[in-house]
C-alpha cells in the first residue's frame, strides 16, 4: 500500500515515525530496536500483532504497546494515494487514551441442563456428559429407549419460565417427571406435577421452539441451536464444554440511581431505558430502575437515550469517545483531508465487512473515517453532536442487515438529531445507517454519500465530564459552528429536551411539581410563593404534568440554545399571606383568600363563629395556640342520635297499642 510518511509525520508533531516495507518479517529489527529505547510504541498492523506483542515482551526494559488498522481501513482501497490524512488520523486517533472499566465475574462450576424434544437431546448430552454435569428435560419424551447403565438423568417436563445467566438459571418447569426405573422398552414416567423449580450453570436449548429468552443469543450461557441442524447442535455443545470456572464480561453501564427519573411517589414518568433493553436487565426498583450487570449484554441502548446521563456507557464513556472523535477529525484536518465522513461500526460485523471490502473490493473511500465501537447502539446524541462540531460533513452507522436486537434506541437518536441538524442549516443526508452484510453494497452505500461541507470553522473543544454535561457541551459548541444556527429548534415528542408551559390562572403555587421534578429544573422560592423553571436541566420526563392537581402542565419538546446560559425563568409569582396575629408570612395570599371564601357560611364547623375563620388566616404556631385558647376541637360534630334497639321498638309498639 502507498504511504503517505510526511503527512503521518506532520500529524503527528513530536512522534517519532519508523516506516518500513516488512516490519513484521525483513526489519524486524527495527522494531527491536525502538522497543528497547523503553517508550510506549503504536504499531500500524494489527495482523502481525501476536508477533510483535511477543518481541516485546521479550525485549527488556520495553514499553507499552498498541496497534491500529490502517492498511484495510485506508491503504487498500482505490483512494489510496489519497488516503495520508486518513491515516494519519487514525494513528492520531489510536494514541488517545482509553479510561479502565469495571469487570463482573460470572462463576459456573459445569451443572448444564439439555432441553429438547426427542432422543437427538440425549445424543448431545452422550457429548457432553464426561465434561459437565449434565441433566437432560425432554419435552414429549416418545419412544425414549433406556439406557443400560444411567450415566445421566432424563426426566420429562416443559419449560414454562427462565431467568437468570451463565452460573445462575432459575427454571419453572410443568408436567416434571421422572422415568421408572423398571421401564422396558421405553422409558416410562411416573406422576406430572407442574411447578417444579430447576436450577442449572448452564442451558442447553434444543427444543426448536420460540427462545426462553429475549434476545436469546446476548445471554450468557444460554446456548440455542435447531435439532435439525447437525452443525450447529454440535457447535453449541463445543461452547458448552467451555463454559466451566470463572469468567469476567465489562460492566458496560456506569448506574447513578440519584439522577434517574423513573418514577416519583409512585407516578412513573421515564420509561426510555425500561422500553428499549433487549435482554429484560433493566427493571424497576422504587422511584429508580436497577441494572443487571450479570444479563447486561451491552447494546448501549439504555445509556444512549437516558436523559439525565443516570446511565452511562463505560466502553468506552462518552467524553472518551468525543475526546477521541476530536483527535481523529482535527488530525484528518490537519493533514489536508476534507469532507470527512465519520462511520461508527463493531468489530464483528464491521471490521469483518471492511476487512472483506478492503481484500476484495475497492476499499473505503478515503474520506471515510471508521471509528470502532463495542456496539453501534451506544453511540448516543452527544457523539453526534460532537462529531459534527469538530467538522465532519455526515456520519453514518453500519448495522446488520438484521440486526441481533432491536436498535429502536439509535433510530430514536437518529431521529432526534435530524431535526437540529436541519435546524442549524447541515442540510442533506446527515446521519443514516447502513444496514448491509455485503461488503460491495457497503462500499457502493459510502461513494454515494453526497459531498457535503461540514463546519467552516471546526470547534475545539475538549469534552469533560458526565454524559449530560458533555452532550450540552457539544450542542452549544456544534450550535456556535454551524452554517445558519437559530436559538430555537422544536423537536419530536419525547426528545430529553424542553420546555414546560403552565396555565398559569388555574396554577395555585402548590408546589407539588417542584417537588416530583428529578432534575430540579422546577423549583421555588424559600423567602415567598414563586414557581420558577431552568429549561436547561429539563428531560421532559413528564412528572410535573402527572402530579399536577390542577392539570395545568403541558410539556413542549424543543432545544433552546439560549437556556445553555440563561438564569431561572419564574413562571409565577404571588404576595404570600400575612398571620393576622403575627404578621409572618405563610402560604399564598389568593390561596388562603380563597379558601375562607368557601368556607365562610357554607361550612358548618366556621357558619356563626368568626373565631373559628380566623384561625384559617393564622400561620402553623398562632393557629395551635389559638385553638388551644378556645378549646377548639376540629373533630367534634353534632350529637349522634341515640341507637334504636329492638326491644326500643317493640316497647314502643306496646306503648302505642296500649294508648
Same mark, same amino acid.
Given at each position: 500500500?502507498?504511504?503517505?510518511?510526511?503527512?503521518?509525520?506532520?500529524?503527528?508533531?513530536?512522534?517519532?515515525?519508523?516506516?518500513?516495507?516488512?516490519?513484521?518479517?525483513?526489519?524486524?529489527?527495527?522494531?527491536?530496536?525502538?522497543?528497547?529505547?523503553?517508550?510506549?510504541?503504536?504499531?500500524?498492523?494489527?495482523?502481525?500483532?501476536?508477533?510483535?506483542?511477543?518481541?516485546?515482551?521479550?525485549?527488556?526494559?520495553?514499553?507499552?504497546?498498541?496497534?491500529?488498522?490502517?492498511?484495510?481501513?485506508?491503504?487498500?482501497?482505490?483512494?489510496?494515494?489519497?488516503?495520508?490524512?486518513?491515516?494519519?488520523?487514525?494513528?492520531?486517533?489510536?494514541?488517545?487514551?482509553?479510561?479502565?472499566?469495571?469487570?463482573?465475574?460470572?462463576?459456573?462450576?459445569?451443572?448444564?441442563?439439555?432441553?429438547?424434544?426427542?432422543?437427538?437431546?440425549?445424543?448431545?448430552?452422550?457429548?457432553?456428559?464426561?465434561?459437565?454435569?449434565?441433566?437432560?428435560?425432554?419435552?414429549?419424551?416418545?419412544?425414549?429407549?433406556?439406557?443400560?447403565?444411567?450415566?445421566?438423568?432424563?426426566?420429562?417436563?416443559?419449560?414454562?419460565?427462565?431467568?437468570?445467566?451463565?452460573?445462575?438459571?432459575?427454571?419453572?418447569?410443568?408436567?416434571?417427571?421422572?422415568?421408572?426405573?423398571?421401564?422396558?422398552?421405553?422409558?416410562?414416567?411416573?406422576?406430572?406435577?407442574?411447578?417444579?423449580?430447576?436450577?442449572?450453570?448452564?442451558?442447553?436449548?434444543?427444543?426448536?421452539?420460540?427462545?426462553?429468552?429475549?434476545?436469546?443469543?446476548?445471554?450468557?450461557?444460554?446456548?440455542?441451536?435447531?435439532?435439525?441442524?447437525?452443525?450447529?447442535?454440535?457447535?453449541?455443545?463445543?461452547?458448552?464444554?467451555?463454559?466451566?470456572?470463572?469468567?469476567?464480561?465489562?460492566?458496560?453501564?456506569?448506574?447513578?440511581?440519584?439522577?434517574?427519573?423513573?418514577?416519583?411517589?409512585?407516578?412513573? /414518568? &421515564?420509561?426510555? #431505558?425500561?422500553?428499549? @433493553? +433487549? =435482554? $429484560? *436487565?433493566?427493571?424497576?426498583?422504587?422511584?429508580?430502575?436497577?441494572?443487571?450487570?450479570?444479563?447486561?449484554? /451491552? &447494546?448501549?441502548? #439504555?445509556?444512549?437515550? @437516558? +436523559? =439525565? $446521563? *443516570?446511565?452511562?456507557?463505560?466502553?468506552?464513556?462518552?467524553?472518551?469517545?468525543?475526546?477521541?472523535?476530536?483527535?481523529?477529525?482535527?488530525?484528518?484536518?490537519?493533514?489536508?483531508?476534507?469532507?470527512?465522513?465519520?462511520?461508527?461500526?463493531?468489530?464483528?460485523?464491521?471490521?469483518?465487512?471492511?476487512?472483506?471490502?478492503?481484500?476484495?473490493?475497492?476499499?473505503?473511500?478515503?474520506?471515510?473515517?471508521?471509528?470502532?465501537?463495542?456496539?453501534?447502539?451506544?453511540?448516543?446524541?452527544?457523539?453526534?453532536?460532537?462529531?459534527?462540531?469538530?467538522?465532519?460533513?455526515?456520519?453514518?452507522?453500519?448495522?446488520?442487515?438484521?440486526?441481533?436486537?432491536?436498535?429502536?434506541?439509535?433510530?430514536?437518536?437518529?431521529?432526534?438529531?435530524?431535526?437540529?441538524?436541519?435546524?442549524?442549516?447541515?442540510?442533506?443526508?446527515?446521519?443514516?445507517?447502513?444496514?448491509?452484510?455485503?461488503?460491495?453494497?457497503?462500499?457502493?452505500?459510502?461513494?454515494?454519500?453526497?459531498?457535503?461541507?461540514?463546519?467552516?470553522?471546526?470547534?475545539?473543544?475538549?469534552?469533560?465530564?458526565?454524559?449530560?454535561?458533555?452532550?450540552?457541551?457539544?450542542?452549544?459548541?456544534?450550535?456556535?459552528?454551524?452554517?445558519?444556527?437559530?436559538?430555537?429548534?422544536?423537536?419530536?415528542?419525547?426528545?430529553?429536551?424542553?420546555?414546560?408551559?403552565?396555565?398559569?390562572?388555574?396554577?395555585?403555587?402548590?408546589?407539588?411539581?417542584?417537588?416530583?421534578?428529578?432534575?430540579?429544573?422546577?423549583?421555588?422560592?424559600?423567602?415567598?410563593?414563586?414557581?420558577?423553571?431552568?429549561?436547561?436541566?429539563?428531560?421532559?420526563?413528564?412528572?410535573?404534568?402527572?402530579?399536577?392537581?390542577?392539570?395545568?402542565?403541558?410539556?413542549?419538546?424543543?432545544?433552546?440554545?439560549?437556556?445553555?446560559?440563561?438564569?431561572?425563568?419564574?413562571?409565577?409569582?404571588?404576595?404570600?399571606?400575612?398571620?393576622?396575629?403575627?404578621?409572618?408570612?405563610?402560604?399564598?395570599?389568593?390561596?388562603?383568600?380563597?379558601?375562607?371564601?368557601?368556607?365562610?357560611?357554607?361550612?358548618?364547623?366556621?357558619?356563626?363563629?368568626?373565631?373559628?375563620?380566623?384561625?384559617?388566616?393564622?400561620?402553623?404556631?398562632?393557629?395551635?395556640?389559638?385553638?388551644?385558647?378556645?378549646?377548639?376541637?376540629?373533630?367534634?360534630?353534632?350529637?349522634?342520635?341515640?341507637?334504636?334497639?329492638?326491644?326500643?321498638?317493640?316497647?314502643?309498639?306496646?306503648?302505642?297499642?296500649?294508648?
Amino acid at each position: 500500500m502507498p504511504l503517505d510518511g510526511e503527512a503521518v509525520r506532520r500529524a503527528c508533531g513530536d512522534t517519532v515515525v519508523i516506516a518500513g516495507r516488512q516490519l513484521c518479517r525483513a526489519e524486524l529489527d527495527k522494531f527491536r530496536k525502538a522497543a528497547a529505547a523503553g517508550a510506549p510504541i503504536l504499531v500500524a498492523c494489527t495482523q502481525e500483532a501476536p508477533l510483535f506483542t511477543e518481541v516485546s515482551n521479550e525485549t527488556e526494559g520495553a514499553g507499552a504497546i498498541s496497534f491500529v488498522n490502517i492498511r484495510e481501513t485506508a491503504g487498500w482501497s482505490k483512494d489510496a494515494k489519497a488516503s495520508g490524512p486518513k491515516m494519519a488520523a487514525l494513528i492520531a486517533a489510536a494514541t488517545e487514551p482509553m479510561p479502565n472499566y469495571p469487570w463482573v465475574t460470572l462463576s459456573s462450576e459445569g451443572v448444564a441442563l439439555l432441553y429438547g424434544n426427542d432422543e437427538r437431546v440425549v445424543e448431545a448430552a452422550h457429548l457432553l456428559k464426561d465434561h459437565l454435569d449434565v441433566t437432560v428435560l425432554i419435552k414429549r419424551p416418545v419412544g425414549i429407549a433406556p439406557v443400560r447403565v444411567t450415566e445421566f438423568p432424563v426426566v420429562k417436563g416443559s419449560i414454562v419460565s427462565a431467568k437468570g445467566h451463565l452460573g445462575a438459571f432459575e427454571l419453572t418447569i410443568d408436567e416434571y417427571a421422572v422415568p421408572s426405573p423398571s421401564s422396558r422398552s421405553e422409558l416410562a414416567f411416573g406422576v406430572a406435577r407442574n411447578g417444579a423449580v430447576s436450577r442449572c450453570d448452564i442451558l442447553i436449548d434444543l427444543s426448536g421452539d420460540a427462545p426462553l429468552f429475549p434476545a436469546a443469543d446476548l445471554r450468557d450461557g444460554y446456548l440455542r441451536a435447531d435439532p435439525a441442524d447437525p452443525t450447529a447442535v454440535l457447535r453449541a455443545v463445543l461452547k458448552a464444554r467451555d463454559l466451566t470456572g470463572s469468567f469476567d464480561k465489562p460492566r458496560y453501564i456506569n448506574f447513578n440511581e440519584g439522577l434517574c427519573a423513573h418514577s416519583r411517589s409512585k407516578i412513573v /414518568g &421515564c420509561r426510555r #431505558c425500561l422500553d428499549l @433493553c +433487549p =435482554t $429484560g *436487565a433493566i427493571s424497576p426498583n422504587g422511584d429508580h430502575v436497577i441494572i443487571d450487570p450479570q444479563i447486561c449484554a /451491552g &447494546c448501549g441502548q #439504555c445509556a444512549a437515550v @437516558c +436523559p =439525565t $446521563g *443516570a446511565a452511562a456507557y463505560a466502553l468506552p464513556s462518552a467524553d472518551a469517545m468525543m475526546r477521541q472523535l476530536r483527535t481523529l477529525l482535527a488530525t484528518y484536518r490537519g493533514a489536508g483531508g476534507k469532507r470527512a465522513v465519520v462511520m461508527f461500526h463493531d468489530a464483528d460485523h464491521g471490521g469483518e465487512l471492511i476487512d472483506a471490502l478492503a481484500r476484495y473490493g475497492e476499499g473505503l473511500p478515503a474520506n471515510v473515517l471508521p471509528v470502532q465501537v463495542n456496539e453501534v447502539t451506544q453511540v448516543g446524541l452527544e457523539a453526534v453532536a460532537a462529531a459534527f462540531a469538530y467538522g465532519a460533513s455526515a456520519v453514518r452507522f453500519l448495522l446488520r442487515a438484521k440486526p441481533r436486537h432491536d436498535v429502536a434506541g439509535l433510530a430514536k437518536t437518529i431521529g432526534l438529531a435530524e431535526p437540529i441538524l436541519a435546524g442549524l442549516g447541515f442540510d442533506g443526508a446527515r446521519v443514516a445507517t447502513i444496514e448491509t452484510d455485503d461488503p460491495d453494497s457497503l462500499g457502493s452505500l459510502l461513494r454515494a454519500v453526497a459531498s457535503m461541507e461540514g463546519a467552516a470553522k471546526p470547534a475545539t473543544f475538549s469534552a469533560v465530564g458526565g454524559k449530560r454535561e458533555v452532550m450540552r457541551l457539544a450542542l452549544r459548541e456544534m450550535h456556535a459552528v454551524a452554517p445558519a444556527p437559530v436559538d430555537v429548534v422544536m423537536l419530536p415528542e419525547g426528545a430529553p429536551f424542553g420546555t414546560v408551559e403552565v396555565n398559569v390562572e388555574g396554577c395555585t403555587l402548590c408546589l407539588a411539581c417542584v417537588s416530583a421534578c428529578p432534575t430540579g429544573a422546577l423549583s421555588d422560592d424559600p423567602e415567598r410563593p414563586m414557581l420558577r423553571f431552568a429549561e436547561d436541566a429539563c428531560v421532559q420526563c413528564g412528572l410535573c404534568k402527572a402530579t399536577c392537581p390542577e392539570k395545568v402542565i403541558t410539556l413542549k419538546p424543543q432545544m433552546n440554545f439560549l437556556s445553555f446560559a440563561a438564569r431561572n425563568r419564574v413562571i409565577k409569582e404571588e404576595e404570600p399571606f400575612l398571620c393576622i396575629s403575627c404578621n409572618t408570612p405563610f402560604g399564598v395570599k389568593s390561596t388562603v383568600e380563597r379558601v375562607v371564601a368557601k368556607l365562610e357560611g357554607q361550612h358548618w364547623m366556621f357558619k356563626n363563629s368568626k373565631e373559628r375563620l380566623d384561625v384559617v388566616r393564622m400561620c402553623a404556631d398562632c393557629r395551635v395556640s389559638a385553638m388551644a385558647k378556645e378549646n377548639f376541637d376540629p373533630f367534634a360534630t353534632t350529637p349522634r342520635p341515640p341507637v334504636r334497639t329492638t326491644e326500643d321498638y317493640l316497647r314502643e309498639r306496646e306503648q302505642k297499642d296500649q294508648s
